[in-house]
């Protein structure tokens, strides 16, 4: 279901929508942004993008994890870094849509627990969105076809404020995968929209639904934000 902009109910949250985009930017902007959340009140963010391949090692992650030799990785051109976000080791890549929610917990009335169980909500409805039947794994944040893994969910708290969040996979290139073990479930194949329905995925129209069913889970009233208008808050030190 596309994001309406124009339905204003709720809390308000600064959409923004940046495309493709080198991992460590978009990491240290998600910081920046969260840090100054930290500082003051101000509106909650949701961050849409997707990275150039690379891989992240949440605090579980351990080098094991990582399938390919330093070199493979070198040749492919695939960075790894290891991050506060819960979980294991996963890997992002173009046609990959992932969504960073900065949120307040407090404000939002939210458990940690209860912001995942949202967030898998939101991915299995945008998966319908899309044609394709989702379901959940007990114990496996995330959403499934089957057995056949489609997007992961890590997050962080820190100081009140949520950083990271899910991974969907639209159409990326999913011999990458092989590199690791993804989420460390050995032997449980990832897969991807367009693998499973056979048609080019709209990556706009995806990332819309998603906003859209995230606004509705949480309450949040969408408003369209700029990387302009983010850097310039930042210099001010103000999100308004």
């Known amino acids: 279901m596309p994001l309406d902009l124009r ?4 809390l308000e949250v600064k959409l923004l929508k940046l495309g493709l985009t080198p991992y460590p930017e978009g990491l240290e902007l ?68 992932v969504a960073y929610p900065l949120l307040e917990l407090q404000v939002l009335g939210l458990g940690i627990g209860d912001l995942v169980r949202a967030l898998e909500r939101t991915l299995l409805a945008t998966l319908a969105d899309l044609g394709v039947q989702g379901n959940l794994h007990e114990g496996h944040p995330g959403a499934w076809h089957g057995d056949q893994k489609l997007a992961s969910i890590g997050i962080a708290v820190k100081r009140g404020i949520t950083l990271h969040g899910l991974a969907l996979n639209l159409d990326p290139d999913l011999e990458h995968f092989k590199l690791i073990n993804p989420c460390g479930l050995t032997g449980s194949p990832m897969t991807s929209v367009r693998r499973l329905t056979g048609r080019e995925v709209d990556a706009q129209g995806a990332g819309d639904s998603l906003a859209g ?16 208008q983010a850097e310039a808050c930042l210099r001010e030190g103000r999100l308004v």
């Open 213 to 228: 069913h995230l606004c509705r889970e949480l309450g949040l009233s969408p408003s369209p934000w700029s990387l302009e």
């Open 30 to 97: 998600m910081r920046r942004l969260a840090a100054l959340k930290q500082q003051r009140p101000a509106p909650q963010v949701l961050m849409l993008l997707e990275h150039e391949p690379v891989l992240t090692m949440g605090r579980r992650a351990t080098d094991s994890d990582i399938l390919a030799p330093p070199e493979l990785l070198e040749r492919e051109g695939i960075a790894v870094h290891r991050v506060e976000r819960g979980g294991l080791i996963t890997y992002h890549g173009p046609g990959q849509l």
């Open 7 to 10: 339905e204003k109910s709720g």
